[in-house]
RNA sequence: AGGCAUAUGGUCGAGUGGUAUAAGACACCUGUUUUACAAAUAGGAAAUCAGUGGUUCGAAUCCACUUAUGCCUACCA
């Protein structure tokens, strides 16, 4: 054997099986008769760094991967890049200082490709370093045709089964960007505006109306005020004028309306807010677009025409001043919805959009199919399916993102939607291949392109071989995310696949919390609390960072990055190594009868296999952790190890044998239960002891040994007499003048004489010691169930009986106690009684234990 | 403002109805060099389980309310 070095060389032992792994093994075999485990791997968005939060993520990935392949799963972990989208734009854009609209559409999208397959490059490697089994062969970028013409197969599908449509819809518009944007893409600040007081004549008089948004008069369609509002009740059903622009809009009556916010009336713009949007759909408004897509006033606001919004305000709010309409104002603390890159305020716009059409009560069912790890992260999507209040706009008005595969035909206007035989193309690039229905060969193609969930939303069916395979592999295992997206990803994911192929995309979805960092807080480089992997990998390297992202929480709890948790998993990786330095040149894999200490440990090592698997199935990670370490580090190395030191060292023969055979056993098994976890030192050490690779072994069966008692009793009897030297000062190797244990069981006594150094007498039976009862333990599980609302007093009066009277009683099989003048038997299980040993005289010292008694001579 | 979650020794964190030892880790204190490991080993001190009320024979554990924190969502005409 060759030399093992006294400390565990992390970087040399990580960077070799780096360099030296055949990924091969992680493929996914598609004509393998082995059950199918799919993991939907999230595609991250590779613009940007790979952090301690997407290492977290793929962790628990890949430790379920591994563990499925080893217990016989044909695993595919693949991974994919969500590479469209505005961040990518924007750095584009700063890297080569042009703007979009400098350059051609083709151009632009060259250099934002060029971008991301640099970034992927860097994942690559940050992925690679951290030992994940990811399966490259089944690799896919939404950028490429090959993919994105999947988005446009589901695109016209969706539209040709009457899920998408083209239609006018409000939509969140930045100005400044001239697109619409998602909701995720708004951002708030708080900031003071003005609430400006308004006379509007009705009919009967005068309606006073409180508006942050003077500028959005011509867009008014009606006022509102609470039902239940007793001042302005004689209003609703009437009419009043709109000041300035003097036309008529109706008085609605909606209980929405907050009567102590301002004056209790409102006034609906369209679109002012959110809110706005509800009540007009709701009461059917007709629509006043006052902002135009450069966020200038249109016609309808007359003389206001032609201003950008901040100068229409100032004006209208002049004018009205001066004409006595706006008699007050005061400052409001205000929320302003911003375009999150630009921080330009937001306006809602009816726009002709694309939309996907939501089908909430659809999705939640879906969701009810779907086995959700933490269970209450289904409510989550429950909440927002609910909350959902408009369809998804699709349609994005940007250059890098997948083509919406339509054109309009110039002559009668006639929509005309690729055939999926096209695809994938750029309606920008191509043209149809056919007439329109009036004749007219002349289209213009549609600028707009689509979302990023889009291209996301569909990979769980893309990874399971849609829409080309035959056989597709749908519903995919496994979806891991984290609890920030369910909104989103998990939502668009549900709605499509179920809108696509009519089923759930997956069977369970295990939600990650985020990483925290050590101040507790979300990990962000302006907290400076900011932990990059290469970080982690250069100090303590990657196997001890997998051990953090197990250990850390349970899931769905957000785990906080700690430096001491990384130390304490080097650590345990230094134990391991040392117990694998001093093993190494001892054991052997041989033929041998174990004896009790042996088949003691066998069986603990069965429990903590049946234990580890259990918790995998579970996904409870941190459990099976901690259960490997505490069986390496007490059982294994302070205690097995301990008392086989003699027999290891030993001359040949079976005892020795036996001893050499299960440590063999144990660090074989321990290498394949952490293989999972840390693929790094899982692998040296298997692959070191039998020249395989431990990525390629079967997760460990129980051998069926049980714990063997008198095994048991051995190693607590070693336990109890190192205690027993180091209460006393003694150097754990000095002997003992003699040592007699008395036992039910007849034990064998050559490891003891090892560990203890000592003469060691193994009897059977108990030493001549008096056994004293001197107190009663109650038992409530046993006495509260049966005995109810009397069980306090029967404790009581239980307690205070004599103990020696209650042991002769409870040898007899009941117990007999007093309450309350009446006496009351309670079963022999209700007492346990607790005895004190009384010296015989001798001098010895008496080490009472569970299974055995232990005399030594002073 | 709404939804979801969390609250356990100095710190981190298991435990989800059953005995007066509430796990473990880090930190702290004390002993010990024992032919793998002092980053070890043997032991110790340290928690009225956020508060109040309730259900129950019995509550860290279930329920209600309160307080604090986190995340998600919304934010005001």
């Known amino acids: 054997m060759s030399e093992v070095s006294k400390e565990y060389n992390f970087s040399q032992v990580e960077e070799k099986w780096v360099q030296s792994w055949d990924s091969s093994i992680y493929h996914f075999d598609w004509d393998s008769k082995k059950p199918q485990y799919i993991i939907d791997t999230p595609p991250p968005y590779p613009t940007g760094d790979f952090h301690i939060g997407n290492a977290l993520n793929w962790c628990y990935i890949d430790y379920v991967a591994r563990y499925k392949r080893m217990r016989g799963y044909n695993v595919m972990f693949p991974q994919g890049w969500d590479c469209h989208g505005l961040p990518t734009e924007v750095k584009v854009e700063q890297l080569n200082h042009i703007t979009k609209n400098q350059v051609s559409r083709e151009e632009f999208r060259r250099l934002c490709e060029k971008l991301t397959f640099e970034a992927i490059d860097r994942f690559h490697l940050s992925m690679g370093r951290l030992g994940l089994s990811i399966d490259w062969s089944n690799e896919y970028v939404t950028m490429k045709p090959e993919y994105y013409v999947k988005t446009q197969t589901s695109f ?16 969140n518009w930045c100005p400044r960007c001239g697109t619409a944007i998602a909701f995720a893409e708004v951002e708030y600040d708080s900031r003071t505006t003005t609430l400006n007081y308004m006379r509007f004549s009705a009919q009967d008089g005068e309606m006073q109306i409180a508006t942050s948004r003077p500028e959005l008069l011509p867009a008014c369609v009606a006022v509102a005020v ?19 622009f003097n036309y008529e809009v109706p008085v609605l009556a909606d209980p929405v309306v907050d009567t102590s916010f301002g ?45 950008d919004v901040t100068q229409a305000k100032n004006r209208i709010t002049q004018d009205m001043i001066n004409e006595g309409i706006i008699f007050k104002q005061e400052p409001l603390e205000q929320n302003v919805g911003l375009c999150w890159r630009c921080k330009t305020p937001i306006e809602i716009l009816s726009e002709l959009q694309w939309f996907v059409k939501i089908n909430s009560e659809e999705i939640k069912k879906t969701a009810e199919e779907i086995d959700w790890v933490p269970p209450h992260m289904q409510v989550r999507l429950k909440n927002w399916a609910d909350s959902v209040e408009w369809d998804w ?15 309009y035909c110039r002559a009668c206007g006639q929509v005309l939607v690729a055939r999926e ?61 984290g609890h920030d997206i369910i909104r989103t990803w998990a939502f668009y994911t549900i709605l499509r696949t179920k809108s696509l192929e009519g089923v759930k995309p997956w069977d369970t979805i295990l939600v990650n919390g985020m990483a925290l960092g050590e101040d507790g807080h979300k990990m962000s480089k302006s907290l400076n609390n900011f932990i990059r992997p290469e970080e982690v990998f250069l100090t303590n390297g ?24 990384i130390t304490a998993a080097s650590r345990f990786q230094q134990k391991l190594w040392s117990i694998y330095r001093f093993s190494l040149p001892l054991i052997a894999k041989v033929d041998a009868v174990p004896g009790q200490v042996d088949r003691w440990l066998l069986g603990e090592l069965d429990s903590l296999i049946m234990k ?43 005892e020795k044998r036996a001893a050499q055979n299960t440590l063999y056993t144990a660090l074989e098994t321990l290498s394949k239960l952490m293989a999972p976890f840390t693929p790094f030192i899982s692998e040296e050490i298997h692959h070191t002891l039998t020249g395989k690779s431990v990525h390629v072994q079967s997760w460990p069966m129980p051998s069926g040994t049980p714990v063997d008692p008198a095994g048991l009793a051995i190693k607590e009897i070693a336990a109890a007499l190192r205690r027993y030297k180091a209460e006393k000062g003694m150097a754990l190797n000095s002997p003992l003048p003699g040592i007699v244990v008395y036992s039910d069981q007849a034990l064998e006594t050559i490891d003891l004489i090892g560990v203890a150094n000592s003469q060691v007498d193994s009897r059977t039976g108990s030493p001549l010691i008096e056994m004293k009862p001197i107190a009663i333990r109650p038992q409530m599980k046993i006495i509260g169930p049966r005995f109810k609302d009397k069980s306090g007093k029967i404790i009581k009066a239980l307690s205070a009986m004599d103990p020696v009277l209650v042991a002769g009683q409870k040898a007899n099989g009941s117990i007999a106690v007093p309450v309350d003048g009446e006496i009351i038997e309670v079963p022999a299980e209700a007492a346990e009684i607790v005895v004190e040993s009384l010296s015989a005289g001798e001098a010895v010292d008496v080490l009472r234990l569970e299974k055995a008694t232990v005399l030594v001579r002073r």
Not at 421 to 447: A, M, R
Not at 614 to 643: C, H, P
Request: hydrophobic residues 40%; proline residues 8%; neutral net charge.
């Open 263 to 307: 004056t209790g009336i409102v006034m609906i713009c369209t679109f002012g807010d959110r809110q706005d949007v509800r009540w007009w759909m709701e009461h059917h408004l007709p629509l006043r677009q006052a902002i135009d897509r450069g966020g200038l006033l249109t016609a309808i606001a007359g003389p206001y025409a032609g201003l």
């Open 156 to 171: 016209v599908r969706m539209y040709q089964n009457g899920q998408i449509y083209r239609a006018n819809h409000p939509v």
């Open 542 to 565: 990657a196997d001890a960072l997998r051990q953090w992202g197990a250990m850390g929480g349970s899931p769905g709890n957000d785990i906080m990055f700690q430096w001491k948790e």
């Open 612 to 654: 580890a698997t259990s918790a995998m199935d579970a996904f409870q990670f941190d459990e099976t952790m901690k259960a490997i370490r505490g069986f390496a580090w007490e059982v294994l190395a302070d205690n097995y190890i301990e008392l086989v030191k003699a027999r290891l060292y030993g001359p040949d023969g079976p």
């Open 226 to 244: 609470n039902p239940d509002d007793g001042r302005y009740r004689k209003y609703i059903g009437k009419k009043v004028t709109v000041p300035i």
């Open 393 to 407: 706009c699709i349609s994005r008005q940007r250059i890098f993102a997948t083509p919406i595969p339509v054109w």
């Open 421 to 481: 035989e096209w695809l994938p193309l750029d309606p920008n690039q191509t043209q149809p291949s056919e007439k329109c229905k009036c004749g007219s060969i002349d289209f213009v193609p549609e600028q707009d392109v689509l979302d990023t969930w889009m291209d996301s939303s569909i990979s769980a069916l893309a990874v399971a071989g849609w829409p080309n395979r035959k056989d597709i592999r749908m519903p995919t295992q496994l979806r891991p995310q």
